[in-house]
């Protein structure tokens, strides 16, 4: 069997690896390294792609959340409301920029962001809504964008692990006011270092998000507002353009290993699998379970004993991280946040897991609980 892993990005690489050595070779050959024609080509593709009108690829999809708020005008003190339980940039811009984040929880199946929490925790400062679409599926968004016109708020999707998605038959990052992802390998549209893009159907705000990646620069060397130095390098882009064909069967790759395990699992008592949110697809970036008999990090250690590695997303509530100023919450608002961290343990899920892979890991689960 091979060797099992949370991401298996040499199995992947070896289906592909004329088209792409062929492609980081023309790059080479071309010398055209920092917006060349590959991260052009990129751009329009992947454009098609979503169905959208503008995409502004930057540096990785940390500086795509930090450029998408720049781009807002938002005043220091303004409130920003997004997911307790997600991955940190997405506050970490926030307080970056001098904004305050308001966190809210998460719905305990679906692990995403609440819309009566975010309705609830809409002050007079607040100025937008990051709605995160954890592991793989969209928020909902027919809410969160009813919420964001009541009360005319902008709405940033973060993308960065739903790539590919569909809300309602549009693209996951193109339905509120600015979408951002990631090309971080091991996401779903992963490049071989660091990468990320913006979306946005609104021109002006387009045009604004492109002159901030670039130093705040419209014109050569005239400078209207402080930037950022954000780029999507050429090799990069010329990886991005050979995987992008095949990120539709990357996920179907991905729901099939889901339905698997989902089959599996559903006769377990002690474990809850991950449950579909309405209108969306699922592109499974994680494959995230719930052990609910208290033993979820004994299972983690004898999963690792045999050779399966398993990973806790995430551990630790935003609002309980040291790095961010965010007190003055209490638990009580915070119950599923609260059990998810101590429940949720997420199985290896990539595009090249095998049938033999499979049926070991499900087999060690089950061995595990009986
Ligand atoms: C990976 C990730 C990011 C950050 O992307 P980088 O390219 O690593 O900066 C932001 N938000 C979420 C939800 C992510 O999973």
């Known amino acids: 069997m091979r060797k099992l892993q949370m991401v ?105 962001i609440d819309p009566e929490k975010i309705r609830a925790a809409i002050t007079p400062k607040t100025k937008a809504i990051i709605p995160v679409h954890l592991f793989g599926q969209c928020a909902n968004m027919d809410e969160i964008m009813k919420i964001a016109k009541e009360h005319n708020l902008y709405v940033v999707e973060d993308t960065a692990q739903a790539i590919g998605a569909e809300y309602k038959g549009q693209k996951a990052g193109t339905i509120g006011t600015i979408g951002t992802t990631s090309f971080f390998p091991s996401k779903n549209l992963g490049c071989y270092g660091d990468g990320g893009a913006i979306f946005t159907n609104d021109d002006a705000l387009a045009h604004k998000m492109r002159g901030i990646c670039n130093h705040g620069m419209y014109q050569r060397y005239y400078h209207d507002e402080i930037g950022v130095n954000s780029r999507l390098d050429s090799v990069q882009a010329a990886i991005l353009r050979v995987k992008l ?100 343990i997420s199985l290896p899920m990539h595009t090249e897991l095998d049938k033999e892979q499979l049926d070991f890991i499900v087999s060690s689960v089950k061995e595990f609980f009986n």
């Open 8 to 112: 298996d990005l040499g199995a992947q690489y070896q289906k592909i690896k004329k088209d792409i050595d062929q492609a980081i070779q023309g790059v080479i050959d071309s010398s055209a390294f920092i917006n060349g024609p590959e991260v052009k080509n990129f751009q329009s593709e992947l454009e098609s792609y979503l169905n959208v009108k503008h995409v502004i690829p930057c540096g990785n999809g940390t500086d795509a959340l930090q450029i998408a708020l720049m781009a807002l005008d938002l005043q220091p003190g303004d409130e920003v409301i997004t997911a307790d339980f997600t991955f940190a940039a997405t506050v970490e811009v926030i307080h970056l920029l001098g904004l305050k984040s308001v966190l809210v929880d998460v719905d305990y199946d679906t692990y995403l």
């Open 245 to 344: 064909p095949h990120l539709d069967d990357y996920s179907k790759a991905r729901k099939k290993a889901a339905d698997f395990y989902n089959e599996a699992f559903a006769d377990v008592d002690a474990l809850l699998t991950p449950k579909f949110a309405e209108d969306t697809t699922h592109v499974f970036h994680q494959y995230t379970m719930r052990v609910t008999n208290g033993k979820r990090n004994e299972l983690r250690d004898f999963l690792e004993s045999k050779g399966i590695p398993a990973m806790i997303y995430y551990p630790v509530p935003l609002r309980k991280q040291k790095a961010y100023d965010t007190g003055g919450y209490q638990d009580a608002d915070f119950p599923n946040t609260n059990k998810l961290i101590e429940e949720v």
